[in-house]
């Protein structure tokens, strides 16, 4: 499966193998449970992230993942992404410290932030 990434002005097509897709599951569920509890999203604790705040904590680690050369939680990141959001085609993420701004693409266009 593939999900674009846009940071500010660069873009990159991620492709997540279907066999990581498959055995990374219990991953996913996990860091849902991990969420479950709350999360610190730049200046605000959301008590109860739903699916579209989850995947953007999601995105926020793919930044890190780039920014550390860490191809392994790139590719679980923007798994988890895909896993999570059915039609999602692309994340524009938000580089100023604040990931509610950052978009979540979806197929035939449509963003969501």
């Known amino acids: 499966m593939n999900l674009e ?7 990159k097509t991620l492709n997540v193998p279907d066999e990581i897709m498959a055995e ?5 569920d996990k860091m849902d449970r991990d969420m479950d509890r709350g999360w610190q ?31 392994n939680l790139l590719l679980m990141m923007a798994g988890y992404i895909l896993s999570r959001m059915p039609g999602v085609t692309g994340i524009n993420i938000d ?6 701004n950052t978009e979540i693409i979806m197929g035939h266009g449509g963003r969501i932030n």
């Open 5 to 11: 990434i846009i940071i500010e002005d660069r873009r």
């Open 24 to 28: 990374a599951e219990a991953f996913f």
């Open 41 to 71: 999203m730049g200046p605000e604790f959301i008590e109860k992230p739903d699916q579209l705040d989850r995947c953007k904590i999601a995105a926020d680690k793919i930044l890190i993942a780039i920014d550390t050369n860490n191809e």
């Open 95 to 100: 580089t100023q410290g604040e990931m509610q």
